[in-house]
Structure formats: structure tokens, C-alpha cells
């Protein structure tokens, strides 16, 4: 007997019953994203270790702790699994010069690779939608994604959720209160745990995003950014504020609103969902204008965000909002000579029509499969038995009514097309 394997822990497979939930929402994500204007972009999974290094930031727990990294046994290459999306599409975008004289709105969907530690909601091979809009200066483009986001909200039925902004300025405001964070924490290092005291210097911006429940006074007397902001910042944040109020979207100013990533400035925002019992962050983003510069291109404008998909799929269960199981129009059934031949040609016509149309194969009794049809869902079990193929005609049982019908062959799309339409 051969070696039987397992999967990877944190990297699951998604079988038959749980992918027709992810195909109905990738459904109507695509649909609401193309209402917006966007346009789909395809990148690699694997990246030069670099690309990520240098748009993320070295000192954040994804360089330091999570990435899956490796060097190619072949040429040497130091290559990385893409633990998040931004940073490939903006090479992309750059390498192919998407940004010329143009505006680009994109998005993409696919796996991401972190290796954290795994738990409800969270895996080391996950899924994220993410959305791009390059060349926008806003704050209405700031804005219009959020109008969407909320638009989404309210397609899929979810009203638990909970927007949080914040502003950060630019990269000279930040360095002024980075500043101000640094002596406020060094004045109180003996409140600071072995983390936050590694970060007091390479980056005290995400001791402000501790969990530590004995910090917490600590952050929340902590110098506020926005007390840092200059007119320009100040004004593109209000600018902001001011669409959302006037499309009566409600937030909550979160000051330690900062997200993981270094490429972030001006707006950030978080939707926050309890559905799960904890708070989860269901969806993240925010504007990114110098990560364009530093991956080699000129200055310009960029905002974009992710919803993890494991995450929405969670909650959209919890409230009962996914579709009812998926089931079958028509399931054949049929025994006796010629029978197997007749109902090839019969699930053919009748997909045509653009049913759904299970034929059953591995023949059985009539009752074994009737109760495969029962079991399908349909709402009809076509029959065909020898006097049905030698007479041209079926017999219709309807499965909810359990009533019959002998329908001549001619004559069988019509009576289906005027069943279906009722």
C-alpha cells in the first residue's frame, strides 16, 4: 500500500459543498466590482523576495516572522509566496507601464501565504479580493470606495458591520509624531512588554496596534497623529469625512487605526464585523501614494483595500445569508435496452435549455434511483424505460407533488420551458 498524505496545516482544501458558497459570492463580487468600473488583473504567486521586503516594511511581523521565503535551488533566486496582493499589482502596473498618461481601477482574487499560527478565520493559505485605484488624487476616490464597500455590505445582507478611519498624514508628519512616540515611550518602558520595547525604535507607529491588555492605557494616552497633521492632511482627511457624512455613512475615528503595512498615508480604514463573537476585521485598506515611488516609479496617487474571503464567507453563514443548497433541475432515470442512449440524447436537448440536468449513471433499481433524484434536489425525474424509448416519450414525475405525465418526445422542451417559467 502506497504512502496516504495529508494536507498542510493551515492550507485547506475546499470541497465540493463549500465551493458553491465561494462561486455564488466571487459571482457577485465580480458583478459589483464591474458596476464600479473596475477591471481584473492576474499576477504570479511567487514574487522576488524584495518586492515585499521593501513595500512592506522589514520591521513588521509579515517580513519578520511570516513570510513563506526561499531561495531557487536552480539560479539562486530569493523568491516569496505573496503573503498580500498591493505590492504585485503595483509591480505589475509599473513594469508594464499601466500608469502612463492613464488611471487604472483593478482587482484581483486569488490565495495569499502567511505562516501564522491557525485559528478560526485565520490561515496560512487564505484568499483575499483586493481593488486597486491608481492615479486618483481624491478624497473622493477615498470616498467612493467606501460608498461601494458599503454598497456590498448591504447586497449580501450584512448590517453588524462597523467602519473605523483614521488619517496618517505624510511621511514628514509621521516622522514628527514617530518622534513624539518614542520619548513618550521611553518615559514609560517599565509599561512596555518585550515587543512594543523592540519596536520602540524601528517602528513605535504598531506599538499603538498592541493587544496587551496592560498597555492599553498606555497607547490610548499615547500622542495622537492628527494632532500632527498639517493643513494639506488635514483637509483630505475632512474632504473624506465631509462625502461620508453627506452620504450618511456612519464611522467611528479610530486614532490607532494604523494597519500593519509601512506603505500606507492620509486615509486608512477598517470594516469591523462581532458576527463571530470577538471583533474581526473583515475588510482593510487605505491610500499608499509613495509605495509607487519606491518600487521605482513616479509620484502618483493609489488607494485600494482587501476583504479576506474565508473571513466574509464565515459571516455570511452565521446570518444565514448564503444560498440554499445548490440542487438539480431534472435528474434521468432509466433501465432497460436502448435506455442509456435515449437518455444521453434527452440530458442533451434538455440542457440546451439551460437546466440543470443529472443523468444517472451506475444503473441501480428504480427505487435506488428514485431516491438519487430525491436526493439531487430536482424538481422533476424524468423516466425512461424500455415501452417510454420504443413509444418516443418520457414519463415527468413531480417530485414535490408526486404526480406523473406521459409527455411525447416532440413535445417535451415546451411542457419543461412552461414548467420552469410558472
Known amino acids: 500500500m502506497g504512502q496516504k498524505f495529508t494536507g498542510i496545516k493551515g492550507m485547506n482544501d475546499i470541497l465540493p459543498e463549500q465551493s458553491k458558497s465561494w462561486l455564488w459570492l466571487e459571482d457577485k463580487l465580480r458583478e459589483w466590482l464591474g458596476r464600479y468600473g473596475y477591471n481584473n488583473i492576474r499576477t504570479p504567486i511567487l514574487e522576488d523576495t524584495g518586492l515585499f521586503t521593501r513595500s512592506i516594511g522589514e520591521v513588521t511581523d509579515i517580513v ?24 504585485g499589482t503595483l509591480r505589475a502596473v509599473l513594469e508594464h507601464s499601466l ?88 518615559a514609560n518602558q517599565n509599561i ?53 457624512d453627506n452620504m450618511q455613512i456612519s464611522y467611528v475615528e479610530n486614532p490607532r487605526l494604523v494597519r500593519g503595512l509601512d506603505y500606507y498615508n492620509l486615509s ?24 509607487i515611488v519606491e518600487l521605482g516609479g513616479k509620484d502618483n496617487y493609489a488607494i485600494g483595500f482587501a476583504i479576506g474571503l474565508e473571513r466574509l464567507l464565515m459571516i455570511l453563514e452565521a446570518n444565514r445569508l448564503l444560498p440554499e443548497k445548490d440542487v438539480a433541475d431534472i435528474y434521468i432515470v432509466y433501465d432497460g435496452k ?25 444503473g441501480g433499481s428504480f427505487k435506488a434511483q428514485f431516491k438519487r433524484a430525491d436526493t439531487s434536489g430536482a424538481r422533476i425525474a424524468l423516466v425512461l424505460g424500455e415501452n417510454e424509448v420504443e413509444a418516443s416519450q418520457v414519463v415527468l414525475k413531480y417530485m414535490t407533488t408526486q404526480e406523473q405525465e406521459i409527455i411525447p418526445l416532440d413535445r417535451l422542451s415546451d411542457v419543461i420551458i412552461n414548467y420552469f417559467n410558472k
Not at 539562486?76 to 503573503?83: A, F, M, Y
Not at 499603538?208 to 494639506?232: C, E, S
Not at 444521453?344 to 435549455?353: E, Y
Request: net charge negative; glycine share 8%.
Open 99 to 186: 500608469l502612463y498618461n492613464a488611471t487604472q481601477k483593478l482587482w484581483y482574487i486569488g490565495p495569499m501565504f502567511r505562516h501564522e499560527r491557525p485559528q478560526k478565520g485565520r490561515y496560512r493559505q487564505f484568499h483575499q479580493l483586493g481593488v486597486e485605484a491608481l492615479g486618483f488624487q481624491g478624497p473622493d476616490i477615498d470616498a467612493e470606495i467606501i460608498v461601494m464597500l458599503n454598497d456590498l455590505w448591504q447586497k449580501l445582507g450584512l448590517t453588524n458591520v462597523e467602519l473605523h478611519i483614521n488619517c496618517l498624514g505624510n511621511s514628514e508628519e509621521r516622522a514628527t509624531h514617530r518622534n513624539a512616540l518614542i520619548s513618550y515611550f521611553e
Open 192 to 244: 512596555l512588554d518585550e515587543e512594543a520595547k523592540r519596536r520602540l525604535h524601528s517602528n513605535p507607529l504598531r506599538i499603538l496596534d498592541t493587544k496587551n491588555p496592560n498597555m492599553q492605557d498606555l497607547v490610548t494616552n499615547a500622542p495622537r497623529l492628527i494632532d500632527y497633521l498639517g493643513d494639506q492632511s488635514l483637509a483630505h482627511y475632512n474632504g473624506w469625512k465631509n462625502y461620508l
Open 268 to 291: 486608512v480604514f477598517e470594516w469591523i464585523s462581532s458576527d463571530l463573537g470577538a471583533q474581526s476585521t473583515i475588510c482593510g485598506g487605505g491610500r499608499y501614494d509613495p509605495l
Open 338 to 362: 436502448n435506455t442509456d442512449l435515449a437518455a444521453f440524447k434527452v440530458a442533451s436537448q434538455l440542457r440546451l435549455l439551460d437546466l440543470k440536468v443529472i443523468q444517472n449513471f451506475g
Open 64 to 87: 519578520e516572522k511570516e513570510m513563506y521565503s526561499f531561495t531557487d535551488s536552480l539560479n539562486g533566486d530569493k523568491l516569496t509566496l505573496r503573503p498580500e496582493g498591493t505590492a
